[in-house]
Each structure stands twice: as C-alpha cells, then as structure tokens.
C-alpha cells in the first residue's frame, strides 16, 4: 500500500485517497473552438508515463481536497507531492529514469 | 538366389515398433532425401497420389540404397494392380478398401502363387493397417479397440497421425508400424515457418520513421528494417506508442491474482460477480483461482497492492465463508493496459505502416487468439476486417465508443 503524503494532512494510507489519473491536463481555453482532434486530447490520450509521472490524488477519507503527486510508476517511490495549480517540480530528467 | 529380406515385416513379426513417413509427392528425388533420415519405413501412396507404375519403380529405387522399407499403397484392392506393383520389385503393400473378411482373402490370393493364390513372391506381411480419419474423437476409441484387437488377433497394426501425442497413444495401443507424418505436411510447415523469427530478451529502443511512414524498428540488438510493423505489447503499448511519437487513451495499471492451497473438488465452474467484485474457479490441481482487481493507479512494478487482495478476498469469504479457512500460496501481479471504453484497439496508428493490437486489460484471453488473426488481415491488406472495424484508434475522435464494462464482468 502506498503512503501518500497529503500536503495538507501529512502521510497517509493508500486506502484513505482515490486516484485522479495524469495531472496538468488543460481543458481547451475555448470548448466551441476546439476541434475534435483537441479534445481526443484532453479526454483521452494519456502519456501512461514508464518513470516519473505526475498525477492527480483526492483525499477523499481525509480533507477531500486535490493535489498533485510526482510519482515513479515501477517502484512506486513518490518524490513530491503539490497542491493543485502549482507547477511540477523539477526532479530527474527524461534521461536519468 | 535368396529372396530380400523384408526387415519391416521381420521387425513387426517380433513385435518391434516401427516408425514411418507418409510420402504423397510422388518423386524418386523426395523419396530419396527422406529416405536417409532415419524412418523405419516410408509409404509411397499411389492410391490419393498422382503415382503410376513407373513413378513407383523410380521410388523404389532410390529407397533402394538406404535402409528403410518402402511400402506401396496400391490405388485399389485388384489383381491385375497388385501383381504388377510386386512385379516391380515392391515387397510391402497397403491395401485400401479391404472392409470384410472376405476382401481381405483376395487381397492375400492375389499376392500368392496357386495353389495358395493367384500369385504369390517372396512374402507380404498378412494383414495392413488401414489408416482412417483420426480427427474425430469418436472415432478415437474405435481406433483403439481395432489396434488392440488386431494385436490380440497375432497381426500388425499401423496408423498414419501427424500428432505426436496421438502417435505415442497408439502405440502404446499395440500399433506396431506408426507413420509419424507425411512429406506433404512436413514440407507445407517448413517453408510456412521460414522467415520467421523469434528474438528474446531483445526489447524496441525505438522507431525509425520518415515522411510520417514507419521504415523499421531499433533494436538492444541492432535495426530491423520493415516497411509494416505490428505493435501487440500489451502493458507496454503506451511506453511503445510514446517512442513512436504519439500518445493512445491506454492506461497501464497493475492487475493481480491469487491461487489458494490445494483442497478437493468444490467449484466446477467459474464464478464472478460484479457486485462484490471477486472471481473464483478451481483448477485441475485443486487450488481456487481468486482475482482481484486493478491498481487504481498506472504502474509498471508488476506487483499488485495488497489492499487490492484484502478486499478480493474480503469479497470471496463473503460469498463462500467456508473458504474463509483457506490459506492463500501464490499471488502475482502482471500489467493491463486498458481503454476508457474497455474494449481493445485493433488498427492503424497515426504512422502510416505501424499497427496496434492493445487495450486487451479487461477481457484479453478470451479474444486475443482471434484478434491476432484479424490484426494479420488488417496488416496484410492496410485496411481493417470487418470484424475489427470498429475497434479503431479513430473511435475516440468520432465518439463512437464500445463500452464493453459490463461485457468484460469486471469492474477496473
């Protein structure tokens, strides 16, 4: 089970929270503009990252709120955690994973 | 003069197994190159082969030299025709259509001189196993009691089988001559199987594409050039995808099972429910086979959480609390990639000439064998089967998505 740090809570089990897939996401600026190629986009396609990805995490047994996680997807350690609209922090490069 | 010994009949008299080739091409030189490999006999057949006389003598021939025992499957249960094959030197026969006591005299008169027959040369071993239609597994048993009994009857049965399996069962039936397979057939695999190659522990580095066009794949071990590829990598679509320069809606999460200890015979068919969220059946060895349900998170670990197996079998002692007693021996995890609609892509990709077969992570082992066939057509002829049409990448684009959550059972 993962403990997941809350930044607003602390350390928490992996039970208390419940997953928001891959974080910095934008919705089209403009839904009537965008064509359909952009919201395959942002409703679909997915970097399904094999490293260092960053991802979405509610507390939702906790203090219900959002937050962001970096977190490497094959041993699972989590690097940071952020609050939702923060930039993701720089932690390794594409070549150091 | 001494009359040839006839090994293969010296061989099944004392009871030997004797191990054959079924020979269809109907040429010297085939008969010559197998002739050489080691078979004990191997049957020329004129009966469903294009095989005349002369065919046959030049068969015989090459046989000659090698030590093997050829035999001739005569085209009919006649006179005329089975004088002239023991004419020509052929000292084994198969006779087809012998189905009463009756024709099974004349074919022996017809082999002897009188007064015993109406010919008659060196000797024919008695009596010739008649290959039938071993597909039929009704058929199986009949086969069975007609080799033991033949044995039984102090005879010598033989069977052509290309199934190795089949071939051991028979002969431990009593069958004495055993065809193991036929030129044909050996001849059709082979060049099937040439230019295919299986390459381990050799992972993709990458795709070599210009113009938007795939040209080939780099590899830990070198380029391999193609002007097609097939992508069917399962959990690692998403990571494949990604060093071709595009993204697919694929998540990758982990997956697990578990096998509980060996108990006798308590389930005889696979449960699942889709309410508690559990699956159990019982294998052959006696262990329930208890799944459980994704990771809610992408992860490339191969190991499931354990909260996952807590609550699969939270779920399972809910169902069956007699199984609350049993203890739980092996548990893995493995990757699923799955789609949002739960159903697999099968199709192009946005690189012309690089195919995808992924998304199996709800349902794969119950369609993936047909799904390599259709992802083949689809690659053969650049344009989807019908069958797979609609499981295009471009389904996302055009919202016409096939929720499959409630066929698949399965609640990830």
């Known amino acids: 089970m993962l403990l997941i740090p809350c930044p607003y809570c602390g350390e928490r089990a992996e039970s208390e929270f419940s997953y928001g897939g891959e974080a910095h996401i934008a919705r089209p600026a403009d839904p009537e503009k965008a064509s359909d190629e952009a919201w395959v986009d ?16 509610l507390h939702a047994h906790g203090c219900r709120r959002w937050f962001n996680v970096a977190r490497h997807t094959v041993s699972y350690e989590i690097l940071a955690s952020y609050e939702m609209g923060a930039k993701p922090p720089k932690l390794v490069t594409e070549s150091e994973i | 003069m001494d009359l040839p010994q006839n090994a293969f009949k010296r061989a099944i008299g004392a009871g030997r197994t004797q191990i054959g080739l079924w020979s269809s091409l109907s040429s010297s030189y085939t008969v010559e190159v197998i002739a050489g490999a080691g078979f004990d006999w191997i049957l020329l057949d004129s009966e469903h082969s294009p095989n005349d006389l ?12 090698y030590p093997t025992t050829p035999i001739v499957r005569v ?3 006649d006179m005329v025709m089975i004088k002239r094959h023991l004419d020509i030197g052929a000292q084994s026969l198969l006779v087809p259509y012998v189905s009463t006591a009756e024709e099974a005299r004349s074919a022996v008169s017809y082999t002897r001189y009188p007064p015993a027959g109406v010919r008659g040369v060196a000797d024919l071993h008695a009596s010739l196993g008649y290959p039938g239609e071993t597909a039929n597994p009704k058929v199986k048993p009949l086969i069975d009691d007609a080799i033991r009994r033949i044995r039984r ?9 290309g199934v190795e399996a089949d071939a051991r069962h028979w002969l431990e039936c009593g069958a004495l001559f055993v065809a193991i397979g036929a030129d044909v057939g050996l001849l059709a695999r082979g060049a099937d199987a040439l230019g295919v190659d299986i390459i381990q522990e050799c992972p993709v580095t990458g795709f070599r594409i210009a113009d938007g066009r795939v040209q080939g794949v780099e590899t830990a071990k070198g ?7 097939g992508l069917a990598v399962a959990g690692h679509a998403g990571v494949m995808a990604g060093l071709a320069g ?10 697990q099972a578990l096998v509980s200890e060996p108990i ?14 559990a699956y159990v059946s019982q294998s052959d060895k006696g262990e329930l086979v208890i799944g459980a349900g994704a990771d809610r998170y992408i992860g490339y670990g191969q190991r499931g959480s354990f909260q996952v197996s807590e609550d699969t079998l939270g779920a399972i002692c809910e169902l069956f609390p007699s199984f609350r007693r049993l203890r739980m021996m092996r548990q893995w995890g493995g990757i699923v990639d799955i789609c949002p609609d739960a159903s697999p892509i099968i199709g192009k990709t946005p690189v012309e000439g690089l195919y995808i077969n992924c ?3 709800t349902g794969g082992f119950k369609a993936t064998p047909g799904s390599g066939w259709v992802f083949a057509q689809t690659i053969a002829n650049e344009r989807p089967h019908a069958l797979n049409a609609a499981f295009s990448l471009d389904r996302f684009r055009t919202g016409y998505l096939i929720d499959e959550h409630g066929a698949a059972g399965v609640a990830h």
Request: glycine share 10%; charged share 15%.
């Open chain 1, 42 to 57: 942002y409703l679909y396609l997915r970097t399904n990252t094999k490293g260092v990805y960053f991802e979405r995490w």
């Open chain 2, 54 to 65: 002369e065919s046959v003598l030049g068969q015989l021939q090459a046989a000659a030299a």
């Open chain 2, 75 to 77: 085209p009919w249960n």
């Open chain 2, 153 to 161: 009857a102090g005879k010598a049965p033989g069977i052509l089988t």
């Open chain 2, 223 to 229: 380029f391999i050039k193609a002007g097609k590829v």
């Open chain 2, 246 to 255: 595009f993204r697919l809606p694929v998540t990758s999460q982990p997956l």
């Open chain 2, 264 to 277: 006798k015979p308590v389930l005889d068919t696979v449960i699942m429910s889709g309410a508690v969220h």
């Open chain 2, 359 to 361: 998304g199996w992570g």
